[in-house]
């Protein structure tokens, strides 16, 4: 079995979901007392925060990059970002470290393309719907995103704040998401990537016949067949 090497603490509360997954699909597939051989470097999310607030991205870049390194020394044999948002310094960590970071939109592409789907609704960060290094990654592979109108936006990035990195799950919101994915879904997307890690705490599949694709849940399932190859 490889070791897997986890980036976590953007936030916590999903972190431990990866850390849930990954063991349970191990132990699924293997039996009896095996579990993930796994080593997890949480940051500290608020250092994030506070650096983007100061206007000091690169220093956010430098943490992440820290981590990676860290972890490659110590030797994991794949690296996950568990967060869509730091994705978009996936590229460029790639280039300094020699161990495999395993890109989340390539575990949620995968899945899309097994469905048969085309075209999806993204949603996450505001970073992760307005830049283009998810987009980007998804059209590789030959995948359109259509993103939430900018009022949608700003609030699913409130409620990432205040909410769900809080573990505060209230039933209006979880009303107020699932009426932004039918509105993309009439909009024409035939599913709806849950492009934030915090989002599938509140979002589930049972709750709407729209086909969800929940980045966590697959990114954590690509490094058990990472793990166990």
């Avoid at 700003?154 to 704040?161: L, N």
């Avoid at 209006?172 to 709806?192: C, D, F, P, V, W």
Wanted: hydrophobic share 40%; glycine share 6%; charged share 25%.
């Amino acid at each position: 079995m490889k070791t897997i090497g986890l980036i976590g603490g953007t936030g916590w509360p999903s972190t431990v979901e990866y850390y849930r997954i990954i063991n349970q699909e191990i132990n699924k597939k293997l039996g009896g007392d095996d579990a993930a051989r796994l080593i997890l470097y949480s940051v500290n999310y608020g250092d994030m925060r506070r650096f983007r607030q100061e206007g000091h991205p690169e220093k956010i870049f430098e943490m992440f990059l820290h981590a990676a390194e860290k972890l490659s020394v110590v030797g994991t044999d794949c690296i996950l970002l568990c967060a869509n948002t730091t994705h978009q310094y996936a590229d460029e960590i790639q280039k300094r470290i020699s161990t495999p970071l395993l890109h989340i939109a390539d575990a949620a592409a995968k899945a899309i393309t097994a469905a048969g789907i085309q075209t999806v609704g993204l949603m996450g960060t505001k970073m992760t719907m307005e830049m283009d290094f998810y987009k980007e990654r998804l059209a590789e592979f030959g995948i359109t995103a259509i993103v939430p109108e900018l009022e949608e936006r700003d609030y699913i990035q409130s409620i990432i704040d205040n909410e769900l990195l809080k573990e505060i799950f209230k039933p209006e919101t979880k009303q107020h998401l699932h009426a932004i994915m039918n509105r993309l879904h009439h909009s024409g997307a035939q599913g709806i990537i849950l492009g934030c890690t915090e989002i599938p705490l509140i979002v589930k599949q049972k709750d709407t016949p729209i086909p969800l694709f929940d980045t966590l849940e697959l990114h954590a399932k690509a490094a058990v067949d990472f793990a166990l190859s």
